[in-house]
């Protein structure tokens, strides 16, 4: 049974650090990307960030340069360390699997986790 399940949200202040995990079950990292989206209320499913089956990350222009995405040696887990958090950052965010690593769209992930909600307060 293929399981992702994030953890790691919580409420921080602007300018604030956090790290979301994404625990990986069931399938490989190796054959899977993972994906980081967040769905703030009322807004369409947001792409941010990938990592592929090659290691090769990829950011949403707006995150780049404030989060990483990263893996485990053991490719169970997959991070998200978020800096410089902003209210607009405010979300639910979800972990994802695919074939192939994207953060255009959430098309083509085919395994989704619960969400962890991130709130950033001014």
């Known amino acids: 049974e293929v ?46 960030s990938c990592i592929g089956v090659s290691g090769a990350t990829h950011y949403s222009d707006s995150v780049k340069g404030r989060f990483a995405v990263s893996e485990d040696s053991a490719k169970t887990t997959v991070y998200l360390q978020m800096n410089s958090l902003k209210p607009e950052d405010t979300a639910v965010y979800f972990c994802g699997a695919a074939l192939f690593c994207s953060t255009k769209s959430p098309e083509g992930y085919n395994y989704w986790g619960q969400g962890t909600l991130v709130t950033v307060s001014s």
């Open 3 to 48: 399981q992702l399940q994030a953890s790691g949200g919580g409420s921080v202040q602007t300018g604030g650090s956090l790290r979301l995990s994404c625990a990986v079950s069931g399938i490989g990292t190796g054959h899977y990307a993972i994906g980081w989206f967040r769905q703030a209320p009322g807004k369409e499913r947001e792409g941010l």
